[in-house]
């Protein structure tokens, strides 16, 4: 396996080679990864996102998966990356983390087998699929402001080449504690199949990123909140939350909800899916150990 990514490097950015604790460009020099301003490791001209897909968030939601995955799209302006401040926007309070691990096409796709797709992935890295739930009333149909909002999709740290995706750890950790865990064995649908799919009507090019689901207990985090993503052999994705200078616009578009529909889904419950209004406290423990 090989891990890229990349920084800037004297002002410019600049791909990189992970050497150890350093970080190695092209020319020559290094730096150390704890010195390191992170860019995006990859610039997509497209990111997708599955909806659900891992068993334990299927059963959180009380739902059965559909027949085959749903997508979103998120725009490339939500693009951010390691060691970076998420963004929560003045006059909202509904922000969750969704830990997720991403894949990056390595060369053009379309129309491919899913026994075909890993020859069409240069390597897979971490994302979190952060939501801003205060505007599902307004958005659950595109997700766009919801999933689209400016830095909800910070990945990296790096791209990592050759790594076998089954039979993989997941978690996230707000203030270095365990929120999320799970097991990529307990995807419905693999890195393959996702690929295989989005590739039947729409070309994937080079950079391009699909976001792989997110295990249960997705739940609000705070501006000055820690969060963490780590995957088995591909290491950890940290950012810190603050809030916006400034707040959401009243004088056009839609304002910031706090209906029963936005609380049910960010903590938990299942009203995207069924409609009960009143979300179970079982559904939301504050953390994984206390399933």
Known sequence: MAEFRRILLDGYPTQVTRDGEHLVAGDGRRVAIADAVHLPPVEPTKIIAVHLNYDSRTKEFMTKLPAAPTYFQKPVTAMNSHNAAVVRPQGCKWLNYEGEIVIVIGKTCRNISPA?????????????????????????????????????????????????????????????????????????????????????????????????????????????????????????????????????????????????????????????????RTPSKDLYPSTVEEK
């Open 116 to 276: 075909e797709a890993g020859e069409y992935i240069a390597g897979y890295t971490i994302g979190n699929d952060y939501g801003l739930h205060d505007f599902r009333d307004t958005d659950a149909g595109s997700m766009l402001r919801v999933k689209g909002s400016d830095t909800l999709a910070p990945i990296g740290p790096g791209v990592v080449t050759d790594w076998d995706f089954r039979n993989k750890t997941i978690r996230t950790l707000v203030n270095g504690v365990v929120k999320q865990e799970d097991n990529t064995d307990n995807m419905e649908w693999d890195m393959h199949y996702l690929v295989a799919d989005i590739a039947r009507t729409i070309t994937l090019v080079p950079g391009d990123i699909l976001f792989s689901g997110t295990p249960a207990f997705s739940r609000p985090v705070q501006p000055g909140d820690i969060v963490e993503v780590e995957v088995e052999g591909l290491g950890k994705l940290t950012n810190h939350i603050v809030e916006g200078p400034t707040a959401i616009r009243t004088d056009v578009g839609a304002q910031p909800t706090e209906s029963e529909e936005v609380v049910s889904t960010a903590l938990g419950g299942d009203w995207e899916f069924r409609g009960i």
